[in-house]
């Protein structure tokens, strides 16, 4: 037997610096930083002050000892490149923003405080603590942070939730062709995570602008990275995706810097990614102002040695070394820090006549009643958009197209239409079209524009995310409606969370198109339909079209929409026919508007996508004269409520007809509704139609039993109208 060892192919190493480095940098840079570090810990501290006094709700997760690795990190960042982090991200928020709101040339030892630095400070603190004046809103608080006008696209409190959304900024940053790059920050216990894995692939993948930056503070809570993996060389995670990996001391400034430039210097040579690896401490417990020895899990001897090494204490004493600052002058800086800290809460709080104990300023507060704003926008951009219904038609303006034609050619022409349209997904780039000739041409077309993915939907959905945020309108495919639980954390956490926990105020134009194959024999978890999942979530709109007409109209007003949008695309319908405009693919049918698909006056069928068809027919067999509603829309914020309402005060009666399995349709949030709002224009029982409780199985009698039909809504129209 031979052995032969294995290496990586890209460079992986430790990063050190000497006293050289640190001389070599400018001595007005080196008291910036100086000054920032004193910011962020000041800073800090009266968080947890502030805290203690209960005028933070919720938890605060300072980045006491963490500061030299942020401020290190973002010396080599302008404002225009990105960054999001984790639940603790204090002191990145922090230095990125005073980089931002300070002059080229700014020296603290000469120039007063920069007004604007104050400011950002204050909003900062007021985010954190849930005040109006915070970036957003005060939604956010400590864990969700964002200011887009200084590169803080967002911050995820979910582990691992970040990474894909920073992998999705640096596509977007590549397919608009921006020289910039983007940093995603999180910790070892992040690295665990699945989709931290996916995201570190797909940047490599696309060799995307993107650098991960893990904070490795050795421990998740209370859990030691030894307690978490057996290969604590964390790097190692970078280097075996082919990613080129550098470990470096995170309370040294310098060698972070260092290790930030050469990394920027490999995303230039190769297109990036890169994975820094900054080991550093996090002196207080998870989150609040006590120690980790308090809670048992650290000894005090191993925090006193890293405390030795606090780089708040140790850079002073190198600056005073190097002659930069001398004792005077950093005292001063501590003091401005102070003051500017101080400022900020100080506006933000008040002392009642009565009471030593701060409260908040009256008025700081957000109104009560503004809660909802900002779940999603209210469609203007889709004002000026030209709506065709298929009834308004004459035949000879029409023509017949099978809808699985109608799904493929309207995504092409929508390509063609917007270059900021980019396809993701899991075989869409073969296979003449995917597994269903859903993107028929695309690839042909927009190779740059195509993204075939790995089997990884959580993490290219995030990805998706990120780079709808910064300027793409990114197309996800999903292969089987199923798979969206796959992806349920960047589903719902991020996308359908994301426009309204950051205050509101922009868009986040996610289309996820899923297929829905319940009769297809491929099993209980190939076969779901799961829109009334998107449902409970509302920042989405969600449609599911039963004509190659609505399909076309529905599809183009999603693609125009920034809210996110679910598609329904239910191959039982692929092959079915309808007519269509005559060439004419750029007309929208309205989000949130039904169509009557069968006048009637005897009761109201809601019904949608597959069952459209089966209510008419079953209409028709019993010579009950129904008004078939096809929903279209069927978000519960969406949905055509005006349209139901007037139907049902007609006809008094109201069925759901659904072909989904009852646990996961969308009937018994329907019929609740109806009764808020029609109650008194009911003569009887709401009934509903869906499949049984169990999944669609395998088995043809089994698959055809689970499934709502024609036979069944036909029974329970007869017992409507009795």
């Given at each position: 037997?031979?052995q032969?060892?294995?290496?990586?192919?890209?460079?992986?190493?430790?990063?050190?610096?000497?006293?050289?480095?640190?001389?070599?940098?400018?001595?007005?840079?080196l008291?910036?930083?100086?000054?920032?570090l004193?910011l962020?810990?000041?800073?800090?501290e009266?968080?947890?002050e502030?805290?203690g006094?209960?005028l933070?709700?919720?938890?605060a997760h300072?980045?006491?000892?963490?500061?030299a690795?942020a401020?290190?990190?973002m010396s080599?960042l302008?404002t225009?490149?990105?960054l999001?982090?984790?639940?603790?991200?204090h002191?990145?928020?922090?230095?990125?923003?005073?980089?931002?709101a300070l002059p080229?040339?700014?020296?603290?030892r000469r120039?007063?405080?920069v007004?604007a630095?104050?400011d950002?400070?204050?909003?900062a603190?007021?985010e954190?603590?849930?005040?109006?004046e915070?970036f957003c809103?005060?939604r956010?608080?400590?864990m969700?942070?964002r200011?887009?006008e200084a590169?803080i696209v967002?911050t995820s409190?979910?582990?691992?939730g970040?990474l894909p959304?920073a992998?999705?900024?640096?596509l977007a940053?590549?397919?608009?062709?921006?020289?910039?790059v983007?940093?995603?920050?999180?910790g070892?216990?992040?690295?665990?995570a699945g989709?931290?894995m996916e995201?570190?692939?797909?940047?490599?993948?696309?060799r995307?602008p993107v650098?991960?930056?893990?904070?490795?503070?050795?421990?998740?809570v209370s859990t030691h990275?030894?307690e978490q993996t057996r290969?604590t060389?964390?790097t190692?995670?970078g280097?075996?995706?082919?990613v080129?990996?550098?470990?470096?001391?995170g309370?040294?400034?310098?060698?972070?810097?260092?290790?930030m430039?050469?990394?920027?210097?490999?995303i230039?040579e190769?297109?990036?990614p890169?994975?820094?690896?900054?080991?550093?401490y996090?002196?207080?417990?998870?989150?609040?102002p006590?120690?980790?020895s308090?809670?048992?899990?650290r000894?005090?001897?191993e925090?006193?040695a890293?405390r030795?090494r606090d780089p708040?204490?140790?850079?002073?004493?190198?600056?005073?070394?190097m002659?930069v600052?001398?004792a005077?002058?950093?005292a001063a800086?501590d003091?401005?820090?102070?003051?500017?800290v101080?400022a900020a809460?100080?506006?933000l709080?008040?002392?009642p006549r009565d009471s030593?104990q701060p409260r908040?300023?009256a008025?700081?507060y957000?109104?009560a009643a503004?809660?909802?704003e900002?779940?999603r926008?209210d469609?203007?951009?889709?004002?000026?958009?030209r709506?065709?219904?298929a009834?308004a038609?004459?035949?000879?303006?029409?023509?017949?197209?099978?809808?699985?034609?109608?799904?493929?050619?309207?995504?092409?022409?929508n390509m063609a239409r917007?270059?900021?349209?980019?396809?993701?997904g899991?075989?869409?780039?073969?296979l003449?079209?995917?597994v269903?000739?859903?993107?028929?041409?695309v690839v042909?077309r927009?190779?740059?524009?195509v993204?075939?993915?790995?089997?990884?939907?959580?993490?290219?959905t995030?990805?998706?995310?990120?780079?709808a945020v910064?300027g793409l309108?990114?197309?996800?495919?999903?292969?089987?409606?199923d798979?969206?639980?796959?992806?349920?954390?960047?589903m719902?956490?991020?996308i359908?969370k994301?426009?309204h926990?950051f205050?509101?105020?922009?868009?986040?134009?996610v289309?996820?198109?899923?297929?829905?194959?319940?009769?297809?024999g491929?099993g209980?978890?190939?076969s779901?339909?799961?829109s009334?999942?998107?449902?409970?979530?509302?920042?989405?709109r969600?449609?599911s079209p039963?004509?190659?007409?609505?399909?076309?109209?529905?599809?183009?007003?999603?693609?125009?929409c920034d809210d996110?949008?679910?598609v329904?695309?239910?191959?039982?319908?692929f092959?079915?026919s309808?007519?269509?405009p005559r060439?004419?693919?750029?007309?929208?049918?309205?989000?949130?508007?039904a169509r009557?698909?069968r006048?009637?006056?005897a009761?109201?069928v809601?019904?949608?996508?597959?069952m459209v068809?089966p209510s008419?027919a079953?209409?028709?067999?019993?010579?009950i004269?129904?008004?078939?509603?096809d929903?279209?829309?069927l978000?519960?914020?969406g949905?055509d409520?005006?349209?139901?309402?007037?139907?049902?005060r007609?006809?008094?009666?109201?069925?759901?007809?659904?072909?989904?399995a009852r646990?996961?349709?969308?009937?018994?949030?329907?019929?609740?509704?109806i009764q808020e709002r029609?109650?008194d224009w009911l003569?009887?029982e709401?009934l509903?139609?869906?499949?049984?409780e169990a999944?669609?199985?395998v088995s043809?009698?089994?698959n055809?039993?689970?499934?709502?039909d024609?036979t069944?809504?036909e029974?329970?129209?007869?017992?409507l109208?009795a």
């Amino acid at each position: 037997m031979k052995q032969t060892d294995l290496t990586t192919t890209v460079p992986w190493f430790r990063l050190e610096v000497d006293e050289a480095d640190w001389r070599a940098e400018d001595p007005a840079q080196l008291a910036r930083w100086m000054e920032q570090l004193l910011l962020i810990r000041r800073f800090e501290e009266k968080i947890l002050e502030l805290h203690g006094q209960g005028l933070v709700h919720g938890p605060a997760h300072a980045s006491i000892g963490q500061e030299a690795g942020a401020v290190g990190a973002m010396s080599v960042l302008g404002t225009a490149d990105k960054l999001n982090g984790t639940h603790r991200a204090h002191h990145q928020i922090l230095a990125k923003l005073l980089n931002s709101a300070l002059p080229e040339g700014y020296d603290p030892r000469r120039d007063a405080p920069v007004e604007a630095a104050g400011d950002l400070l204050r909003r900062a603190m007021a985010e954190i603590m849930g005040l109006q004046e915070g970036f957003c809103g005060g939604r956010g608080g400590s864990m969700h942070m964002r200011w887009a006008e200084a590169g803080i696209v967002g911050t995820s409190a979910i582990i691992g939730g970040n990474l894909p959304h920073a992998v999705g900024y640096a596509l977007a940053d590549k397919v608009l062709g921006r020289d910039q790059v983007s940093v995603a920050f999180f910790g070892d216990g992040t690295l665990m995570a699945g989709q931290s894995m996916e995201a570190i692939n797909l940047a490599a993948l696309y060799r995307l602008p993107v650098i991960f930056f893990l904070e490795n503070n050795f421990y998740a809570v209370s859990t030691h990275v030894a307690e978490q993996t057996r290969e604590t060389r964390l790097t190692t995670r970078g280097a075996m995706f082919g990613v080129p990996s550098v470990e470096c001391d995170g309370m040294d400034l310098v060698a972070v810097r260092r290790a930030m430039q050469w990394a920027r210097a490999q995303i230039r040579e190769t297109g990036g990614p890169v994975f820094v690896e900054a080991l550093c401490y996090r002196f207080l417990h998870q989150s609040g102002p006590l120690l980790g020895s308090q809670f048992g899990y650290r000894d005090k001897a191993e925090e006193e040695a890293w405390r030795a090494r606090d780089p708040v204490a140790r850079m002073p004493e190198r600056l005073q070394a190097m002659g930069v600052l001398d004792a005077a002058g950093l005292a001063a800086l501590d003091r401005r820090a102070h003051a500017m800290v101080e400022a900020a809460a100080a506006a933000l709080t008040e002392l009642p006549r009565d009471s030593n104990q701060p409260r908040i300023r009256a008025g700081a507060y957000p109104e009560a009643a503004r809660v909802d704003e900002g779940i999603r926008g209210d469609l203007s951009e889709l004002r000026g958009e030209r709506f065709v219904e298929a009834a308004a038609l004459p035949a000879t303006a029409t023509v017949e197209k099978k809808y699985i034609d109608a799904v493929a050619e309207v995504l092409l022409h929508n390509m063609a239409r917007d270059p900021r349209i980019v396809l993701i997904g899991e075989d869409v780039h073969r296979l003449r079209g995917g597994v269903s000739g859903s993107s028929r041409g695309v690839v042909e077309r927009f190779p740059e524009r195509v993204f075939a993915t790995p089997i990884c939907e959580n993490g290219f959905t995030g990805m998706a995310l990120g780079a709808a945020v910064c300027g793409l309108r990114p197309v996800v495919d999903i292969m089987f409606g199923d798979f969206c639980i796959v992806a349920a954390d960047q589903m719902f956490n991020g996308i359908g969370k994301f426009a309204h926990m950051f205050g509101g105020g922009f868009g986040v134009p996610v289309v996820v198109r899923a297929r829905v194959s319940p009769a297809a024999g491929y099993g209980s978890q190939h076969s779901m339909d799961p829109s009334a999942l998107f449902a409970l979530y509302p920042g989405w709109r969600i449609v599911s079209p039963a004509t190659p007409h609505d399909y076309i109209g529905l599809m183009n007003a999603a693609l125009r929409c920034d809210d996110p949008v679910l598609v329904i695309e239910h191959q039982g319908l692929f092959q079915t026919s309808g007519p269509v405009p005559r060439d004419d693919l750029d007309y929208c049918v309205p989000l949130g508007r039904a169509r009557v698909a069968r006048p009637g006056q005897a009761c109201t069928v809601l019904t949608y996508a597959a069952m459209v068809a089966p209510s008419i027919a079953a209409a028709e067999a019993t010579g009950i004269d129904a008004e078939v509603i096809d929903l279209r829309s069927l978000d519960p914020t969406g949905l055509d409520w005006e349209g139901v309402a007037a139907s049902i005060r007609r006809t008094n009666r109201v069925l759901i007809a659904e072909q989904t399995a009852r646990g996961t349709s969308h009937g018994a949030r329907l019929a609740q509704e109806i009764q808020e709002r029609c109650f008194d224009w009911l003569d009887a029982e709401i009934l509903r139609v869906s499949g049984s409780e169990a999944a669609p199985v395998v088995s043809l009698p089994l698959n055809l039993a689970a499934l709502g039909d024609q036979t069944r809504v036909e029974a329970a129209l007869r017992r409507l109208v009795a």
